[in-house]
């Protein structure tokens, strides 16, 4: 065995785990449960084997998740670092902020709190004038405003990013099937990445591997960082990158 240590970086939402009309496998084994406690999202057999493959890895979850909502996944379990809120968060095992990232953190994120509150009062009129079936608002990570969600049916979705898109200059929108985000600088998976593997370099011995899973267009600026990238079936980076010419998405 190579004595050096492998850690997994790993987007969860729709990569390891997914709502139940998602899964195209059985039978479901249940991974994370919404706020009352059912269960929300579940894994294949295929994602089951593909987690006992990495048993012999850390992993460390990169999600755009709040810690709330990441405390609601059961399986995996995670004991290194964690990635949250798309990046905006990065925490210690302890689930306290790194103190090294706690300083630039709340630097940006005063400087985006009014821009954050500005452009969410902006969807929720471009909402409510166009009669769009989506619901919008302002997501918090221990506190702290990351970025704005948006939720609603994919068709309607794409015609507010397009409407909302002038109006977030230097965010990114970040548009993956029913999900639409509006993301603040800070909120970066690959820069959060970027400081954890710092991070890990400080403290291992032997050089570390790095494997990225995740299927967004928004993952791939991390998946970059590592050493091998691992992309699910039907994710819209294979859509985007692979697919066969012509066929369905
Ligand atoms: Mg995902």
């Known amino acids: 065995m190579s004595p050096q240590p492998i850690f997994a970086f790993v987007d969860l939402d729709d990569s390891l785990l997914q709502t139940r009309e998602k899964c195209r496998q059985a039978p479901l084994t249940e991974a994370a449960y919404d706020r009352t406690g059912a269960p929300l999202s579940f894994h294949t057999p295929a994602q089951i084997a593909l987690l006992e493959l990495l048993?012999?890895?850390s992993l460390i979850p990169v999600t755009g998740r709040n810690l709330r909502a990441l405390r609601?996944?059961?399986s995996p379990r995670f004991s290194s670092y964690r990635i949250t809120s798309h990046g905006a968060l990065v925490l210690g095992p302890d689930e306290d902020l790194l103190p090294s990232w706690?300083?630039?953190l709340h630097h940006q994120a005063s400087e985006w709190a009014g821009p954050l509150a500005e452009v969410a009062a902006i969807a929720d009129e471009l909402i409510?004038?166009?009669?769009?079936?989506?619901?919008?608002?302002?997501?918090?990570?221990l506190g702290i405003p990351v970025y704005v969600s948006i939720k609603g049916p994919p068709v309607e979705l794409s015609l507010l990013?397009?409407?909302?898109?002038?109006?977030?200059?230097?965010?990114?929108?970040?548009s993956n099937d029913k999900n639409l985000a509006l993301l603040p600088p800070f909120a970066d998976k690959a820069a959060a990445v970027r400081h954890v593997m710092a991070e890990i370099e400080d403290t291992v011995e032997?050089?570390?591997?790095?494997?990225?899973i995740g299927d967004s267009l928004t993952d791939l600026p991390f998946l970059r960082l590592c050493h091998f990238a691992l992309v699910p079936q039907h994710s819209q980076i294979q859509a985007q990158a692979w697919a066969?010419?012509?066929a369905p998405g």
């Open 55 to 57: 048993q012999g890895a």
């Open 128 to 141: 409510a004038t166009e009669r769009l079936a989506l619901r919008s608002r302002v997501i918090d990570d």
């Open 244 to 246: 066969e010419p012509g």
């Open 161 to 174: 990013a397009e409407r909302i898109a002038p109006h977030w200059g230097t965010g990114v929108v970040h």
């Open 72 to 74: 609601q996944v059961r």
């Open 206 to 212: 032997a050089p570390p591997v790095y494997i990225g």
């Open 102 to 104: 706690r300083a630039g």
